[in-house]
């Protein structure tokens, strides 16, 4: 469904991704794992029309999209839930909701979502007049998430949304993670917990310095000595 | 000083306030989505109040039509200052949008001079403006009701527009983080000609109140009030509207009772803003309603 041939991303001298390329499927949650600075992020914001400075092919549902613009990508149906989450403190937990479904004018389908957002999330239904900084750290990925969920995507990009979560509450995102996709979501999950993401991902990419240097099915990628060795913890 | 006296000194505070006030909202918005300083804006005050003379004078339109029309066309002019002279700039860094806005303050004041000429023009105003109520030895100008009722509408229309439409959620979302609201299909470039619209409507129906009261216009008419709103809005907390608000209905209300209760330092009067201005940025630099400053300059 996305097709992603050698792209290249530069910021100033720094020559960030050195020609990716990689493949997510539609229905299947695909990971993109690597240390800190590899350029997962970098790929996520290309993807989502946020780069100016990019080179390559973005291909979905077989149109080239790497020219678009981000308002042009949402309401292509594909969105992205940015590194550190980077909700709307200010903005009522109702409100963010309501920004995530900016590209849409169905009011009627909207709510609909809206419901469904608020049964999948029980805590943010309880908070929706709350400001979206008075909630805690896991409550906040809940909101990101949710908030990408209300433009009605057909791809979700997460960007390391266990970042700086307790235990418990990594596992509840991993879950979450799963629920969206068996809503019949496709997914690309960028993470630095790299053994959550294999586990739960069907498809996984391993980025080094800018360059993909494994794939393979998630199961196989545990299974890998090199990966075991790099970012499993041997 | 009576109680009579004092009411009169009241509505003029409240008349010069709300003039500050309009154009100071402008300053604010711009300033909290862009984090610029738009000089120019003072200029849209200016030219609001021309255009007026002109649909009266050259078109012929009755009053409340030339100034409907004089705000939509400085409206347009304001979102083209943008698109022509800030929009190539987002990516640089912050002070060269800022030395451009100086750019198009002068331009704009150049080519004022060029068309309007320099000389100093009457301003045709309504009648029933002008002839005084008298109630109770109270001598009250409908110009002093008018100003201020009419801020009023224009500022509920904006506060409507900003906390209760679709478009107001993606300012107020700019307003904190352009990037994400990019990520949420907001249309960035859009919301922000909408912003700059709306600013400059203000500064234009403020520039043609302003004509009324003090019925004069010359090309660097806005410098004086722009800058005080300018203060109005720092006195305030840049970037918040309703700061902005309050902002200027306390600058007017310091300007006029100041010269009310000491009428010797009536010559200083230009001076109090500049004298609020320091306090404020020696005491209080987040203003009034303002929030921490560090994320924002
Ligand atoms: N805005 C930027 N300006 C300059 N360099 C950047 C910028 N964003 C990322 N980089 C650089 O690009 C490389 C990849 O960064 P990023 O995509 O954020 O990696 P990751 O998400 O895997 O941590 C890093 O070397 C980083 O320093
Ligand atoms: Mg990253």
Redesign the pocket.
């Known amino acids: 469904m996305l097709e992603i041939r050698d792209l290249h991303v530069h910021y100033g001298g720094i020559h960030a991704l050195k020609g990716i390329s990689l493949d997510v499927p539609k229905g299947s949650v695909v990971t993109l794992i690597g240390a800190n600075g590899a350029g ?2 970098s790929t996520l914001r290309a993807i989502a029309g946020l780069l100016k400075n990019k080179r390559g092919h973005i291909s979905w549902k077989g149109t080239d999209i790497s020219g678009k613009t981000p308002v042009d990508i949402v309401k292509a149906g594909i969105v992205m839930s940015p ?1 550190g989450r980077r909700i709307f403190a200010h903005l009522t937990v109702l409100e963010n909701l309501q920004l995530g479904a900016y590209s849409r004018s169905d009011k009627a389908a909207i709510a609909k979502d809206m419901d469904w957002v608020f049964e999948l999330f029980p805590r943010l239904s309880e908070r929706r007049n709350q400001k979206g900084g008075t909630l805690s750290g896991g409550e906040q990925q809940m909101l990101a998430v949710a908030r990408a969920l209300m433009s009605a995507p057909e791809l979700v990009m997460l ?2 949304p266990s970042l700086g979560l307790a235990p418990l509450l990594v596992k509840e995102v991993f879950s979450i993670i799963r629920m969206i996709n068996d809503r019949g979501m496709t997914v690309l999950l ?1 993470e630095q917990n790299a053994y959550a993401a294999l586990k739960v991902a069907h498809q996984a990419y391993v980025l080094e310095t800018g360059t993909i240097t494994l794939s393979g099915t998630g199961e196989s990628l545990i299974a890998d000595a090199r990966v075991r060795e790099a970012y499993l913890g041997g | 000083m009576n109680s009579a006296m004092f009411i009169q000194h009241m509505l003029n505070s409240l008349t010069l306030g709300s003039l500050y006030a309009l154009v100071a909202i402008g300053y604010t918005m711009v300033y909290g989505i862009l984090r610029l300083i738009n000089f120019a804006h003072s200029e849209m005050f200016m030219l609001g109040a021309y255009f007026v003379f002109w649909g009266i004078t050259l078109g012929q339109l009755p009053w409340p039509v030339a100034m409907a029309l004089a705000i939509a066309v400085t409206a347009s002019l304001g979102v083209l200052v943008d698109q022509v002279a800030y929009r190539p700039l987002r990516d640089a860094p912050r002070i060269s949008a800022l030395i451009s806005s100086i750019g198009v303050s002068f331009f704009l004041q150049n080519v004022a001079i060029v068309f309007f000429q320099a000389i100093p023009r009457e301003v045709y105003r309504p009648q029933w403006l002008e002839d005084p109520i008298i109630t109770h030895g109270v001598r009250i100008l409908p110009l002093t009701l008018f100003v201020p009722f009419l801020s009023l509408l224009f500022m509920l229309v904006l506060l409507w527009i900003v906390y209760r439409t679709k478009a107001g959620l993606g300012m107020r979302a700019i307003s904190k983080d352009i990037e994400t609201s990019y990520l949420m299909g907001v249309p960035v470039n859009r919301i922000i000609a909408l912003t700059f619209g709306i600013g400059t409507a203000l500064a234009a129906a403020s520039g043609i109140m302003w004509a009324l009261r003090y019925p004069q216009l010359q090309p660097m008419m806005g410098t004086i009030p722009g800058f005080k709103a300018f203060i109005a809005a720092v006195f305030g907390g840049i970037g918040s509207i309703p700061g902005a608000v309050i902002g200027g209905l306390a600058l007017g209300f310091i300007e006029i009772m100041t010269v009310a209760f000491f009428p010797d330092l009536a010559g200083y009067r230009d001076a109090f803003a500049f004298v609020l201005l320091i306090m404020v940025l020696m005491f209080k630099p987040t203003g009034l309603m303002g929030e921490r400053l560090e994320d924002k300059v």
């Open positions: 997962k992020s590194e960007d390391e960028v």
